[in-house]
């Protein structure tokens, strides 16, 4: 029997040794003339391997995705918020085909004071592409200042945002806009704090923007797993290529399978023993022969003598006496018949 499973991260790629485990057990039972004694004996062995998921040609467990859309609300931003909700269906088609099951996340932004965190019936995420395209059509296009700091610090460490636990998903976050970062407000988290943050979580981050931006957002993207994909390139391309083929990478090259196999010997013996032969033998018939040749059967039991009681008991006179008429009784029988016969 083989089972897979999603391995801890840090354990060692390769093969156990293999652990044997024995256990025993036995049963007795009985009828007439023998008992019966049934052994048993079952010896299991366990050999674990960790595999990279590369490595396993068919995916043995479907694989999960988190991905979180922030998406710059500012004035320039109108054709690419039409652009993803006109192709976020073929991405996530793109990722069943793939085998990954994909939950959708959505935030719009513009300053630090001005950050809208979708909620979709009281989760973070959702997995119907209709209520993501919704909450799409939904952002007001406003504003002229970016602080994308502030939700990639927010959605790392807020325990608000209900990233899924699971062993066998995996975190993402792609921010779409058409500049870098401003620090107008207060208090707004600094890039080295941000990135820091999304290592800590495990979000890898994508960022679809300017080419002529790239170096701003070459320490988020490298730190944390991501690509950078230009914001003026066909976003069906972007998200059904692009996007996805670095989604499914990310999961199969980051993950460990553990597969456990495990093989059962059985051995059963039965030994059946006859029960004591009664001491007591069977009966001596005596025929007698009557005038009509039709026999007449008397039966003496004869007792070894090592069965009777001890010479001097009660009931050894008693057997004694017994014994006497008994042979009385036949010898006065076969005397009568003589008889009869004269």
Known sequence: MTTTSIADPEEPVGISDPVVEVSEATATDEDDNYTYTQYEKVTKTTVTEIVKETDVVTNAIAPKADVVFIIDHTGSMSDQIE????????????????????????????DSSDVNYIDFSGSRFTTDTDAFIQALEAITIRGGFEEPTTPLTYIASSGDYDWSTDADAKRFAILITDEDFDYYSAGVPSLESTIQALQAAGISTTVIGETYLQDEFTSLVNATGGIFVDIDSDFAQVLSNDILTWIVETIEEGRLLKVVTETYD???EVVAVPKAISS??????????????TPETATITITDSEQLPKTGSQSNAMLSVAGIISLALVSGLVGFKNKIKK
């Open 280 to 293: 007591v033998d069977e009966a001596t018939p005596i025929s007698v022969k009557e005038d009509d040749n």
């Open 83 to 110: 652009a993803v909700k006109d192709n976020i269906k073929d991405f996530v088609s793109g990722l069943d085909a793939h085998n990954v099951g994909v939950r959708l996340g959505l935030i719009d932004y513009e």
């Open 266 to 268: 059985f051995y059963i």
